[in-house]
């Protein structure tokens, strides 16, 4: 059978575009987000082209390169003639392929062009070894964005590399570029490399512990379903026939539910391995590519570059860890055999929670607390704002109506203007930023890459702070505490009976549990999804608690901001450490899945704290 439209997949087997875009989408109609898919012939893992979320599945075969050597094949023709000799009227028949040149050559071109400088060492095999194998080697140094121009330019800003059109279109606004070669130790070094492989390395151990996790939860379902079976051969043993076909009822109701149940958590650990194959695939590129010990070079950059940002949007998605439980309960009725309607009562639980995959777990009580940066930004009254990246924050400016975003080291690089003023802020799915403006009455949705303003939501009262998760949306309404448990859906609002009057600033907890201070009576508060309290925590060092946020782990920080510390409070409410270096603390943001965090004073001055292990 013939080759129709031969394309090249990075591990070097070729396969027709119509059939291998049918086996990319099938292979990725589980995974969300799609981020590549097994070759269909050696199975190893090829990531989607481009970046995450770039191209839709269906388009990514034609993303990939033509095998110009299998589609002169398919031609039908009896010979293949050299490129180069018919090109001067001569006829030889090919022998080889330059894989640089994408050419077919006689033995005599395939010997002048290892006499060549510019062609002598180009990759040059027997036809009939290279047929269906077309390698393809991987280039860092073409713009994906504009034709594969050159990259020649660092962008010190963003830390992207640039072509000559992306500075003029991208970077238009930005002031710090340099050469590519020029590049110092500082933004791109043996040490930033070391750090990013451990910080890969985390990625992928806790990955792999969560697919473990998952796959135990299948074996210990199957174990469920034959303690249950036993339990009801027990009772069905003794009675009659009537009870046996009710026995095979509850029976198939059980097996529906519990290959349900494997079939989430197959989604799910197919779902993480996905990722994990990704992370993989680009944590061996980048080691193959740079060592820690030598200088680096324009290669090495790129890859460094290209794995920050991998490992960066990596860090940006979702990562429930699903956990499905079977419960069931015989019932006391079942001596009421005429009565009866089925034998137990099946159901199943399911607990999902996010999980911070790339953060390494540090000792709270004793890690270190590094001063990364501290500035100040002008004029700004600012009361909330979040990461975007390791080095850019947005932060709110109460007074003057607008979103300031800015690079750790405390230079503006946007000012955004906004309908009301801004109070509270949070990222919404990674892709999201969500600004409350309580004298509007409204929740403004940002676009976390353009930050323009892609929605606008009614809130029929004064709107503080407010914290999302998943689907479900929380603000702080000062009087109450507004619970949305599907994002910003006004007919499904309920407000939780918090019996308070200053819940300014609130979080979700890891399980899901509404936090919430009150800065008049010097507490933190923690409720259920119900409304039932399950703690609050006072301190005779906590005076007038604002800013509050969860780590990864589901620990609480809140700010004293009259007692000029942080409170770090366990997820049942036990006090872990008091920190202390912050002046009139207003709020406090995490870095998503690290242990990086912000604190935003009085006057606008901003200071970026790291915790790490002694």
């Known amino acids: ?61 034609k993303l990939f390169p033509e095998n110009k050597l299998l589609a002169l094949i398919a031609t039908g023709t009896n010979s293949i003639y050299c490129k180069s000799c018919q090109e001067d009227d001569e006829e030889s028949k090919a022998s080889s392929w330059c894989m640089d040149c994408s050419e077919v050559l006689c033995d005599d071109c395939v010997k002048c062009h290892k006499k060549v400088r510019l062609t002598r060492n180009h990759v040059v095999v027997a036809i009939t070894e290279c047929s269906a194998s077309f390698h393809q080697s991987l280039s860092l140094d073409k713009c994906e964005t504009h034709g594969g121009r050159k990259l020649e330019i660092i962008c010190k800003e963003h830390l992207l590399p640039c072509c000559s059109v992306c500075v003029t279109k991208e970077h238009d606004g930005c002031k710090t570029f340099c050469q590519l070669e020029d590049v110092d130790a500082n933004t791109v070094g043996p040490h930033n490399v070391k750090n990013l492989q451990a910080e890969v390395e985390t990625m992928c151990s806790n990955l792999e512990q969560i697919i473990t996790d998952e796959k135990t939860n299948m074996s210990c379902l199957d174990n469920a379903s034959d303690k249950f079976a036993k339990e009801l051969s027990g009772i069905t043993t003794s009675i009659i026939a009537t009870i046996k076909k009710l026995e095979e009822k509850h029976l198939d109701e059980t097996a529906k539910l519990i290959k349900e149940s494997k079939s989430k958590l197959e989604n ?38 290209k794995m920050k940002h991998i490992y960066e949007s990596m860090g940006n998605l979702d990562y429930p860890k699903l956990e499905i439980s079977i419960q069931t309960e015989i019932l006391d009725s079942v001596q009421k055999l005429t009565s009866l309607s089925c034998l137990a009562k099946t159901t199943s639980r399911e607990k999902s929670k996010q999980c911070a995959i790339n953060q390494r777990i540090v000792d709270l009580k004793c890690a270190y607390v ?87 939501v009614h809130i029929d009262r004064r709107c503080f702070g407010i914290s999302t998760s998943g689907n479900t949306a929380v603000i702080g309404a000062r009087d109450s505490v507004l619970m949305f448990d599907n994002f910003l859906d006004k007919n499904i609002c309920r ?50 608690p604002y800013g509050l946020t969860v780590d990864g782990h589901g620990n609480i920080f809140v700010c004293g901001g009259t007692s000029n510390n942080i409170h770090i409070v366990s997820n049942d409410g036990k006090t872990l450490r008091i920190l202390k270096g912050v002046q009139n603390p207003l709020c406090i943001k995490f870095l998503r899945g690290t242990n990086r965090f912000f604190v935003g004073e009085e006057d606008g001055r901003v200071k970026v704290f790291e915790l790490q292990n002694s």
């Open 1 to 61: 059978k013939q080759y129709k439209l031969p394309v090249s997949l990075p591990c070097s087997h070729s396969f027709c575009l119509t059939c291998l875009s049918k086996h990319i989408i099938t292979s990725c109609v589980k995974c969300d987000p799609p981020l590549g898919f097994p070759c269909p012939l050696c199975r190893k893992f090829i990531p989607a082209p481009g970046k995450i979320n770039e191209h839709s599945v269906d388009r990514w075969a």
């Open 268 to 305: 799910s650990v197919q779902s993480l391995e996905h990722r994990l194959s990704y992370l993989q695939y680009w944590k061996e590129k980048l080691t193959k590519n740079v060592s820690n010990e030598t200088i680096l070079k324009t290669n090495e950059i790129l890859s460094y570059i």
């Open 370 to 456: 590094v001063n990364v940066s501290e500035f100040t930004i002008k004029n700004c009254n600012l009361h909330d704002g979040e990461f975007l990246s390791r080095d850019k924050l947005l932060l709110t400016g109460y007074k003057n109506k607008r979103c300031v975003l800015c690079n750790t080291d405390g230079v503006v690089l946007q000012e955004i203007p906004l309908p009301g003023n801004p109070w509270g802020m949070c990222m919404h799915v990674g892709n999201e930023v969500l600004v409350t403006l309580p004298l509007s009455q409204k929740v403004v949705v940002l676009d976390a890459n353009s930050l323009e303003i892609k929605q606008s």
């Open 495 to 544: 407000p939780l009976a918090t019996k308070t009057k200053y819940a300014d600033d609130v979080a979700l907890g890891g399980d899901g549990n509404i936090i919430f201070t009150n800065y008049s009576e010097n507490v933190l508060n923690t409720f259920d999804k119900s409304g039932k309290m399950l703690f609050k925590y006072s301190h005779e060092e906590l005076k007038s």
